[in-house]
Nanobody, 114 residues
Framework: QVQLVESGGGLVQAGGPLRLSCAAS???????MGWYRQAPGKERELVAT???????NYADSVKGRFTISRDNAKNTVYLQLNSLKPEDKAVYYC?????????WGKGTPVTVSS
């Protein structure tokens, strides 16, 4: 089983940056890593994913503002959040996929003050 531990969440002013990190352990064959988020009263939604060969996918709402990257040697995925908006406030969850198994972290909160 893959264990995921997020870090980097916190309080930031609107327009500011934040960087999230997620370290994975338990597997060396993670094909997809990514980030989802869940705002209060809303369903969990995709933010961005990245494959082990670097192919990325972003939600339309974050394109041009967020950047996902991955260090395969460290089994770590990063999410650089720029130009944050109040509507980006949510708990951000790290995600990983190995064939046949999805895994989730416990989440890290991001709060954006206006």
């Amino acid at each position: 089983q893959v264990q995921l531990v997020e870090s980097g969440g916190g309080l930031v002013q609107a327009g500011g940056p934040l960087r999230l990190s997620c370290a994975a352990s338990g597997s060396s064959f993670i094909t997809v890593m990514g980030w989802y988020r869940q705002a209060p009263g809303k369903e969990r939604e995709l933010v961005a994913t990245i494959t082990n060969n670097g192919r990325t996918n972003y939600a339309d709402s974050v394109k041009g503002r967020f950047t996902i990257s991955r260090d395969n040697a460290k089994n770590t995925v990063y999410l650089q959040l720029n130009s944050l908006k109040p509507e980006d406030k949510a708990v951000y969850y790290c995600y990983s996929y190995v064939p046949g198994m999805n895994s989730w972290g416990k989440g890290t909160p991001v709060t954006v003050s206006s």
